[in-house]
C-alpha cells in the first residue's frame, strides 16, 4: 500500500463518533447528527421524547453481538424512515439546520485538521460516508473550519433534505436512504466520486460500528486497511471488533494513527520527486 504512493489511495470514513468523538469534553454522550437535530429543542419536547423512544427501542438492536447484519437490516430501516418522518411533521425547517449546529457543541477527534490537511495536500479522494444527515455535516464544517475545509478532494455521501423553496419547511428526503446497514459502494456508484475513485487500488477505512466495515464492499480488488474506533461496551465488543478491523482504537482515542499512515504513503511521492 505506501509502495504504491497517494496516486492509488482512497480514504473512507463515516462522521458520527468517527471523526467526531464519542464523548464531550465534559464527560457526557455527544451528539450525533440526528441528535443535533433531536436536542435542539426546536421542535418541542414532544418530538424529544419520540426521538428518544424511537432511539431507546432501536440502538439496542444496531449493537447487539446477538443479531446478524441481516437481521439488524430491517429494523434500522425502521428507525431511520420514522426519525425522519418526525422531523417532516413536526415542521422542521431549513433555518432550524443552522441554528442547531450554532448551539451544539460539536467537536471532533484529535488530529482532524492535520489529518484532512494531509488529505488535501496529497490530494487523496476522501468520502464522508454517513448514516446522519448531509446537511448537518455541512453546516458542522462550515461552523468548525469555514470554507476552507472543503477542498476539491472531499466528498460528503449521506442523507440529503428536501425543502420547500418558498417556506423552507422540509418536505422529506432524497431517495436513497443511507442507513447504519447499507453503506456501501451501491450508494456510492451514480456519483462523481465513483468516477474519480474506483480505480484505485488503496483504501483507508475509518469507522466505528459492524456496518462501517461494508463501506468499502463492492470496491473489489482493493487493499483496505480498516481503522476502527470502539466506543461503548468495549470488553463486551473487543473481540468482534477485533475480527473486523485491523486496528481498533478506543477511549475517544486520536485520528494521529490514521494521519501517520496517509503521511508515510503521501511520503512516496516526495521520494520519487526528489532528485
Given amino acids: 500500500m505506501a509502495a504504491d504512493g497517494p496516486s492509488q489511495l482512497l480514504v473512507i470514513a463515516d462522521f458520527d463518533y468517527t471523526l467526531t468523538p464519542y464523548h464531550t469534553p465534559t464527560g457526557e454522550h455527544a451528539h450525533s447528527c440526528h441528535g443535533i437535530i433531536s436536542g435542539s429543542g426546536f421542535l418541542g419536547h414532544e418530538f424529544q421524547a419520540k426521538a428518544n423512544a424511537l432511539f431507546q427501542q432501536f440502538y439496542p438492536i444496531e449493537i447487539s453481538p446477538l443479531l446478524t447484519q441481516d437481521e439488524k437490516e430491517p429494523h434500522m430501516v425502521q428507525w431511520w424512515e420514522r426519525s425522519h418522518k418526525i422531523m417532516v411533521d413536526y415542521g422542521l425547517h431549513a433555518h432550524h439546520i443552522k441554528d442547531a449546529v450554532a448551539n451544539a457543541d460539536i467537536t471532533f477527534r484529535d488530529g482532524f485538521q492535520p489529518l484532512f490537511a494531509s488529505l488535501a495536500k496529497a490530494n487523496v479522494p476522501t468520502l464522508i460516508f454517513s448514516a446522519g444527515l448531509a446537511d448537518v455535516i455541512q453546516a458542522v464544517m462550515n461552523k468548525n473550519w469555514g470554507a476552507s475545509f472543503w477542498t476539491p478532494n472531499v466528498h460528503v455521501i449521506s442523507n440529503v433534505m428536501e425543502f420547500d423553496p418558498t417556506t423552507g419547511r422540509l418536505l422529506g428526503f432524497q431517495e436513497k436512504l443511507i442507513h447504519c446497514h447499507n453503506k456501501n459502494t451501491a450508494v456510492v456508484r451514480d456519483t462523481p466520486f465513483w468516477d474519480e475513485c ?78
Avoid: C, W
Avoid at 469507522?207 to 463486551?236: C, P, Y
Avoid at 482504537?249 to 532528485?275: C, E, K, M, W, Y
Fill in 198 to 275: 474506483h480505480s484505485r487500488r488503496n483504501v483507508v477505512l475509518l469507522g466505528d460500528s459492524v456496518g462501517d466495515v461494508n463501506m468499502t464492499q463492492g470496491l473489489d480488488g482493493k487493499e483496505v486497511l480498516r481503522i476502527g474506533f470502539l466506543n461503548a461496551h468495549i470488553e463486551e465488543r473487543m473481540a468482534e471488533y477485533l475480527t473486523l478491523y485491523d486496528v481498533v482504537i478506543v477511549n475517544d482515542g486520536t485520528l494521529h494513527f490514521a494521519h501517520l499512515v496517509v503521511d508515510l504513503i503521501s511520503r512516496q511521492s516526495d521520494d520519487v520527486a526528489a532528485p
